[in-house]
């Protein structure tokens, strides 16, 4: 692994259905962010982590959980899709002197 | 909470021509302003930043210019090229410590060639 992986890179789902969103970094940043960027709307934070066992709410967190079990780790689960959650989804990590990199980003649709 | 307006959504450019975007906040604790360009079906990525002990900062063709009485920064582009069309990010954020960034919503750059 090199960098900020996500995975899968698009799904569609019906709505209803549970779905994780995998991120992982190898870089040993302590800071790892959820996005979703929709057209005209830029990147809104989801969630967020500190570090290791911390989770923090951002601007758009109703419906969708985080967990951060170690560095390296950072999945994005919607425990009961809807379509309003059809969108571009981009995990970033930050390291001390802040830059933000971001992964490749998932493509959900819900239909 | 810090909110970060970005202008214009939308830039239309002939190739040599320069290229201004501009961004306002509102937390006067912010103090770590970066830019990130997207291209088309990629991912975001850092190009310039700049930290709010200095005014301006430069690298090649791209410059960064911070007024913090004003609160506002903007990113310049010159002799802009086909391959700088694409959509640019602004943030803001508070160094260090619980670092949480607010982003502007994004300019799409179109240069023609």
């Known amino acids: 692994i090199a960098g900020i992986t996500q995975a899968p890179t698009s799904q569609i789902l019906a709505a209803g259905r549970r779905m994780t969103l995998r991120c992982t970094q190898d870089?040993?940043?302590?800071?790892m962010y959820w996005y979703r960027q929709d057209l005209g709307l830029g990147l809104r934070l989801i969630h967020y982590?500190?570090?290791?066992?911390?989770?923090g709410k951002g601007e758009v967190p109703d419906g969708y959980s985080v967990s951060r079990a170690n560095t390296d780790d950072f999945p994005l689960t919607l425990a009961s899709a809807v379509p309003s959650q059809t969108s571009v989804y981009f995990c970033?990590?930050?390291?001390?002197?802040?830059?933000?990199?971001f992964g490749p980003g998932t493509r959900l649709t819900v239909l | 909470g810090e909110n970060v307006e970005q202008h214009p959504s939308t830039l239309s450019v002939q190739e040599g021509d320069s290229a201004v975007i501009k961004c306002t906040y509102s937390?006067?604790?912010?103090?770590?302003f970066p830019w990130y360009k997207q291209e088309l079906g990629k991912r975001p990525q850092l190009i310039i930043d700049?930290?709010?002990?200095?005014g301006e900062k430069k690298d090649q063709r791209i410059a960064v210019t911070l007024n913090k009485t004003a609160k506002h920064f903007s990113l310049h582009i010159t002799e802009t090229q086909p391959e700088d069309s694409a959509v640019y990010f602004c943030?803001?954020?508070?160094?260090?410590?619980?670092?949480?960034?607010?982003f502007g919503r994004g300019t799409s750059l179109i240069v023609h060639p």
């Open positions: 937390d006067s604790a912010s103090n770590y």
């Open positions: 943030a803001a954020s508070a160094s260090g410590g619980s670092y949480i960034p607010t």
């Open positions: 982590s500190n570090t290791a066992g911390t989770t």
């Open positions: 970033a990590s930050s390291d001390s002197r802040d830059t933000q990199y």
């Open positions: 700049i930290r709010s002990n200095v």
């Open positions: 870089m040993r940043h302590n800071a």
